[in-house]
């Protein structure tokens, strides 16, 4: 089973294709525009990815998740044909390029192959050493204060963590606590990894709800 970001703007096609893996037994997130799959991208194995969309183009789309992702597989379907736009595409960054019509049974056989390669795409909180580690191996070492905003996510998956449950974790009265500290926090720490490894890290800002980190994260 692989997760897998579904990117294509044609409605039915998106529809069929996601269903076909669902089927497979693959968790499927199918979306339709460029602002879309940046949103989730870091939570894909693989990503599947058209070219032509309505507010960019698949190109970009896969050289930015091989560079925050650099173990993803990368698959692109598409219409287009031409050796040039192939060799772009694979120079770019994808695994594979297919074009449409697509053969369903001939694309879950190179997911299955890429599967193999991809591994775990979990976030690793090295609890003993105080570290976070990504999917890729990248490790950066936490401050106290981060440590606790981490062992909060990771004992609510999936959930948003509020400002103020936070706040409370880290000793401080919510009444006193000025939050534009807890902003700067989590800013650095996010800094911190796209400096060091060009990589966003999955701790998204839930607007005036606090935050959730959009992969998985466990605990060694």
Not at 4 to 29: K, N, P
Request: contains cysteine; negative net charge; hydrophobic residues 45%.
């Amino acid at each position: 089973m692989a997760k897998i970001v579904l990117l294509e703007d044609e409605s039915d096609l998106l529809q069929e294709t996601a269903a076909f893996l669902q089927s497979c037994g693959h968790v499927v997130t199918a979306v339709s525009s460029c602002a879309e799959f940046t949103a989730v991208m870091m939570t894909a194995d693989i990503a599947l990815i058209d070219i032509m969309l309505p507010d960019g183009n698949g190109f970009d789309m896969a050289a930015a998740l091989r560079r925050v992702k650099p173990r993803a597989g990368i698959i692109i379907l598409t219409a287009k044909n031409a050796t040039e736009d192939k060799l772009r595409g694979l120079y770019g960054g994808a695994d594979h390029y297919l074009t449409k019509p697509i053969k369903l049974l001939e694309l879950t056989a190179i997911i299955d192959s890429l599967g193999r390669r991809v591994g775990s795409s979990e976030w690793l909180l090295l609890a003993e050493s105080r570290r976070l580690q990504s999917p890729e191996g990248l490790e950066s070492e936490l401050t106290a204060s981060e440590m606790v905003i981490f062992q909060l996510l990771l004992n609510h998956p999936g959930q948003v963590i509020s400002r103020r449950q936070i706040v409370e974790a880290l000793g401080h009265s919510w009444v006193d606590y000025d939050l534009r500290r807890l902003d700067t926090l989590v800013s650095r720490l996010r800094r911190r990894w796209r400096e060091k490894y060009e990589v966003e890290l999955p701790l998204k800002t839930e607007h005036r709800d606090g935050y959730s980190f959009c992969a998985v994260l466990s605990e060694v």
